[in-house]
């Protein structure tokens, strides 16, 4: 999950109650403490409150990538399985049993999840596993543009075909007609067909892509394929040419029923996977695999579905408001299937990107919970029993554009990597416990040892970058730092920004707001750019099949083949052992060529009231809300404990 929150921003303090944490002033937190103030003055409270960090930019399971939509997502629908909030263990949610003796084949490769007969949608019609069924076609469908869709498609049986839109000759495939109601959404879909294919035609013709699109695919648009339909024989194609007998299609996709997806009965869901996938049902409980609800989304489309007034859905809380750049306030879903195992009835999101404001709204106690305390009162709060600190699966890292020069060279990425000095990052800026990376796999994971990247080195780097052709850094063009507007991510930015300049580098600074960080990032448009993960899983695969060549969360550029092969080998070898092994070696390639640069392993910091019960640190940082109750019977008693600071 990418992280997209600064961990302990550093920021100046307001006086009011932070003179007795940190003496520094800041008016910009003057104003934004008035601000929130303010708005929270015109609602009556929440039952608990927290700091969301940020607007969310959406609420679709299928396109959210961040931790502020995932803590909405988790509360509005629910899964096969659910985390453990102290363990992480998979528990069954929409599932009723997590046991593998119950529900995995002796190959370890087909899963049969029985379903809770009385789960219902919030409008009282039952979840069923056509439900997950539906909501998985559409997360790999490739006009969805998720993701995250290779949480289904790196493993389940011809998942990835679906995605890629690819067929070869035999297939049963399935086919759109440009017949839909609304033609810029994806559901309700046109008429289908069904058929097999017989031939394709690939006519070597050039044509206008759409953004985004790349050239193998605008090139497929041209292509033409001969399928079997009803005993007939129908030719197809995205973009017929003119005058010939060639119907215009949509989508022409692999049956999605050759897909390891079944709904074998209302309540028994059937997944085939490609090989064993010992965390698969980890990848259970990730936000993306929620069951949506299809009649929601066929009535209101894509984005009007997910209003408040619109949404159906399956989980512990519904929406009841949402203000943009101010809050969004759930409600208790009285229909969840495990209401009574909820206790907090209203909950309050807040969109405040300032931590200084939230630190200030949480001793205030505006708020309840408040992630990422500033790192400036980091050493004031160790101690406190509100304060909660403590490794985390997660990791801070650079990007490098290895499609635009200076950065094709490995040489001038591994200089620039050896010219950071990360424990100074870590001691002066950060403040918190962080841990130097030279890795991408945090060591938080027991049984896998991490390869590491070589080590700080002013002087090795001066001579990698003589050795690249760029002595004292003469030759190399400016570079620009991208990163998403913070406090703490300006300040690491203008660490590194120093420690290049003492390799005679120039370097540009540029922030951008998140979802425009995000685009550019994604369209590639940047030389360095900041970068956060959070693991999906307790395991090395979720850090490094990100960047498998052409992997849709690799963004930047780089593969090698024998990375790629090492990562798929990985996923069908069933000795943990030996996995291990072959992860470490396909993470020795990645930290010797250095497309990514390893900054720092992030440490959670959180501030809980002690009166919140059911709030436990754990190294992915997650908290689901269905566990968390306040209880304020002896609230004089603990604030007197946290004003003791």
């Keep these: 999950m990418v992280a997209d929150r600064s961990l302990n921003r550093p920021e100046l303090l307001m006086p009011k109650i932070i003179r007795k944490l940190f003496p520094l002033a800041a008016f910009v937190a003057v104003v934004g403490a008035m601000f929130w103030a303010t708005s929270l003055g015109t609602l009556p409270p929440a039952e608990f409150t927290f700091n969301n960090g940020t607007e969310p930019k959406s609420l679709d399971p299928a396109q959210v990538t961040g931790s502020p939509e995932g803590r909405i997502v988790r509360a509005l629908f629910e899964g096969l399985y659910r985390p453990d909030p102290e363990t992480l263990e998979p528990l069954p949610a929409m599932a009723l049993t997590a046991n593998p003796d119950e529900i995995l084949s002796k190959d370890g490769r087909i899963y049969t999840f029985p379903l809770r007969s009385g789960a219902v949608w919030s409008d009282g019609h039952p979840v069923t596993a056509e439900d997950f069924r539906w909501s998985w076609q559409r997360l790999l469908h490739p006009e969805t543009g998720s993701q995250y869709h290779f949480v289904l498609s790196a493993y389940v049986l011809n998942a990835a075909k679906y995605h890629a839109g690819i067929v070869d000759p035999g297939d049963p495939v399935e086919i759109e007609l440009p017949t839909r109601s609304r033609s810029q959404q994806l559901f309700p879909r046109g008429k289908m067909l069904y058929g097999k294919l017989l031939e394709i035609e690939r006519p070597n013709q050039s044509g206008v892509a759409i953004e985004g699109e790349s050239n193998e695919s605008k090139s497929k648009r041209k292509w033409i394929y001969t ?171 650079y990007r490098f554009n290895v499609t635009r020069e200076p950065f094709d060279n490995p040489l001038v990425r591994m200089a620039l990597s050896r010219a950071v000095d990360r424990e100074r990052i870590c001691k ?24 590491k990247a070589p080590d700080y080195n002013l002087e090795a780097a001066r001579r990698l970058l003589a050795q690249a052709g760029y002595p004292d850094g003469r030759g190399l063009r400016s570079i620009e730092i991208l990163f998403n507007t913070s406090d703490g991510h300006r300040k690491i930015a203008e660490a590194i920004q120093q420690d290049w300049q003492r390799l005679g580098v120039d370097v540009r600074l540029r922030n951008l707001e998140w979802q425009t960080y995000l685009s550019t990032t994604r369209k590639m448009e940047y030389d360095v750019a900041r970068a956060g993960w959070i693991g999906d899983y307790p395991d090395p695969n979720t850090f490094l099949d990100l960047f498998v060549t052409g992997g849709v969360q690799n963004e930047t550029g780089w593969g090698n083949s024998d990375f790629d092969q090492l990562i798929d080998r990985a996923t069908r070898e069933s000795n943990p052992e030996k996995r291990m092994r072959i992860l470490h070696q396909a993470e020795e390639i990645i930290m010797g060529e250095i497309p990514v640069m390893p900054l720092y392993f992030y440490v959670s910091t959180n501030l809980v009231k002690p009166y919140v019960r059911g709030f436990f640190s754990n190294s992915q940082d997650l908290h689901p809300l269905t566990n968390i109750s306040v ?10 404990g946290e004003d003791g600071a």
């Design 227 to 397: 399928v079997e339909v009803d005993g007939a024989k129908r030719r197809f194609s995205q973009q017929p040419p003119p005058s010939q007998n060639i119907e215009k299609c949509l989508h022409l996709l692999l049956n999605f029923d050759q897909v390891g997806i079944r709904a074998l009965h209302p309540y028994r869901l059937e997944v085939e996977l490609k090989s064993p996938t010992p965390y698969f049902l980890y990848l259970m409980q990730f936000y993306v695999t929620v069951p949506v609800n299809r009649s929601c989304i066929e009535q209101y489309g894509y984005p009007d579905w997910i209003r408040p007034e619109n949404i159906v859905v399956n989980g512990p809380f519904q929406i009841d408001f949402r203000r943009l750049r101010d809050r969004i306030r759930l409600k208790k879903n009285a229909l969840y299937w495990d209401a009574a195992s909820v206790d907090l009835q209203t909950v309050d999101a807040l969109a405040v990107e300032s931590s200084t404001t939230g630190l200030n709204m949480y001793l205030d106690g505006d708020v309840d919970w408040m992630p990422s305390p500033p790192s400036e009162v980091i050493p004031r709060l160790e101690g406190r029993r509100d304060y909660h600190s403590m490794s985390s699966l997660s990791i801070y890292f």
């Design 428 to 451: 002066a800026i950060l403040r918190a416990g962080q841990e130097p990376a030279y890795s991408l796999v945090p060591p938080v994971l027991p049984h896998y040892a991490a390869a």
């Design 631 to 640: 209880d304020k019977s002896g609230e004089k008693e603990d604030r007197r």
